[in-house]
């Protein structure tokens, strides 16, 4: 927001604050603007609780890698076309990109230059996504933690992910790192070189999502479990928590 638009959020976000007693979370970066004693459940997404992992190939055959999602520089496409567009990518390796936004000419190019390698399908179908998802194995989420949009919006894309049987690489915006821990994988850095490291990491099977992380996950995250918590905070008493 900018202008009169930011000055009337921020007024209005100052006038309920003491109204709130506790709060479903979308991010856990929304609770910095809450006072630290009040009561939350993050609800990012919700992941199914028989979800299995799609197999890692074993016989040599390539490692897919998904980017789902707006082709805007909110959500990191920037990055991953300078990854791709730069630097050598390892043969074992394809990218399949779906979505539409402003860098789909590039993508476009980007095919054109590595027929196979890297495919761009544009704005798909649901069944075809489903297909899609169904022979990846990695799903990208690139949000860039220095967009505004990372302090309010949680990237869904690695709730769709994991429920499609996706392994997770992901930066660390929005908190991300907070909710999936184990469950996936961090770039160390957002830049393209940080990208190619954990892409060879993988494509060499030199790291594994751990499944555990995955079962700590379904237990917070499936609807069982976030009905559990939202049940426990509703069963306190507010009158002892000053928001």
């Given at each position: 927001?900018?202008?009169?638009?930011?000055l009337?959020?921020?007024?209005?976000?100052?006038?309920?604050?003491?109204?709130?007693?506790?709060?479903?979370?979308?991010?856990?970066?929304?609770?910095?603007?809450?006072?630290?004693?009040t009561?939350?459940?993050?609800?990012?997404?919700?992941?199914?609780?028989?979800?299995?992992l799609?197999?890692?190939?074993?016989?040599?055959?390539?490692?897919?890698f998904?980017?789902?999602?707006?082709?805007?520089?909110?959500?990191?496409?920037?990055?991953?076309?300078?990854?791709?567009?730069?630097?050598?990518?390892?043969?074992?390796?394809?990218?399949?990109?779906?979505?539409q936004?402003?860098?789909?000419?590039?993508?476009?190019?980007?095919?054109?230059?590595?027929?196979?390698?890297?495919i761009?399908?544009?704005?798909?179908?649901?069944?075809?996504l489903?297909?899609i998802?169904?022979r990846?194995?990695?799903?990208?989420?690139?949000?860039?933690?220095?967009n505004?949009?990372?302090?309010?919006?949680?990237?869904?894309?690695?709730?769709?992910?994991?429920?499609?049987?996706?392994?997770?690489?992901?930066?660390?915006?929005?908190?991300?790192?907070?909710?999936?821990?184990?469950?996936?994988?961090?770039?160390?850095?957002?830049?393209?070189?940080?990208?190619?490291h954990?892409?060879?990491?993988?494509?060499?099977?030199?790291?594994?999502?751990?499944?555990?992380g995955?079962?700590?996950l379904?237990?917070?995250y499936s609807?069982?479990?976030?009905?559990?918590?939202i049940?426990?905070?509703?069963?306190?008493?507010?009158?002892?928590?000053?928001?």
């Amino acid at each position: 927001d900018k202008g009169y638009v930011r000055l009337i959020s921020w007024f209005a976000e100052w006038l309920a604050k003491p109204l709130v007693k506790a709060a479903l979370l979308a991010t856990p970066t929304l609770a910095k603007r809450l006072p630290p004693e009040t009561p939350i459940v993050l609800v990012p997404g919700i992941l199914e609780k028989q979800v299995q992992l799609n197999p890692l190939p074993s016989d040599g055959s390539p490692v897919h890698f998904l980017y789902s999602g707006s082709l805007d520089v909110e959500r990191g496409i920037p990055l991953l076309l300078e990854y791709l567009e730069t630097s050598s990518l390892p043969s074992n390796a394809v990218f399949e990109i779906t979505g539409q936004g402003r860098f789909g000419g590039r993508l476009t190019q980007l095919m054109d230059r590595r027929p196979g390698q890297i495919i761009y399908h544009g704005s798909v179908s649901s069944k075809m996504l489903t297909e899609i998802r169904s022979r990846c194995h990695f799903g990208l989420n690139l949000q860039s933690s220095c967009n505004p949009i990372s302090e309010v919006t949680y990237p869904s894309k690695t709730f769709d992910y994991l429920n499609a049987g996706l392994r997770v690489i992901s930066t660390r915006a929005a908190g991300v790192d907070a909710v999936l821990g184990e469950a996936a994988h961090y770039l160390e850095d957002e830049t393209p070189e940080a990208l190619a490291h954990a892409v060879e990491r993988e494509v060499s099977m030199k790291c594994a999502t751990e499944e555990n992380g995955l079962a700590a996950l379904k237990i917070n995250y499936s609807i069982e479990g976030t009905v559990k918590r939202i049940k426990a905070m509703l069963s306190l008493d507010f009158r002892h928590h000053s928001a």
